[in-house]
């Protein structure tokens, strides 16, 4: 468990990627400078913690992108406090992203292993979310809701209509759409009924399952 100058040298370097890939809020360059990706990944993977690359983790899952975390992040506008659902908990990666930015993050994970080994393994890093939770993301969290901002962080299908239903009025939904490729979309609501939608190119996720798939 630890995080040494040339892990965070390496971070500088991965910074300057992501960058060059078009990302430019300051806030969550910073962000991805903090987050030792490397602790989130088995020991075996270290070498390429800071290649900006998915890389597979437990139970057949991913660590994201560091772009496509960034991309998304930027998309949703965190600010100080922010009360944010996520889908997909994973690795934890993403959620520590989203703590470093000061956010309040919920976060559903629909695999118990990962559930299991992200819980334990967040606060030890200092990352601490208000709430984990191993459930069905597609179904958000009622209990919890509303929330200022919704990412979902697997590939999926259609919208779930519960997404759109839990986030607040000006709050934004960010979540990639599709069965193969994914197009990013992001939506805003504007009033009870209304949701301005935009879409923001194709991307490939793991993709979001019901809970009696496997
Ligand atoms: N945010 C993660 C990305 C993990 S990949 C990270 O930074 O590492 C997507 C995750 O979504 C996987 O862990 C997968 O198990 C989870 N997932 C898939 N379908 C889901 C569902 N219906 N509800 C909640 N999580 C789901």
Redesign the pocket.
Known sequence: MKDLPKHKGLRNQLVKTIKRKGITDEKVLNAISKVPRHLFMDSGFIDFAYQDNAFP?A?D????QPYT?AFQTELLEIEVGDKVLE????????TAVLIELKAEVYS????KE?YEKTRKFLPRLGYVAKKLNFG???KGWSEYAPFDKILV??GAPFVPKPLLSQLKIGGRLVIPVGDNVQTMTLYIRKGEKDFEKHELGEFRF?P???ESQK
Do not use: F, N, P
């Open positions: 983790i139970a899952q991913t660590i994201s975390v889908i997909g908990t994973g690795s934890g990666y993403q559903i994970e629909r695999q990962l069905d993301g597609y962080t697997a793991v979001m399952l019901k």
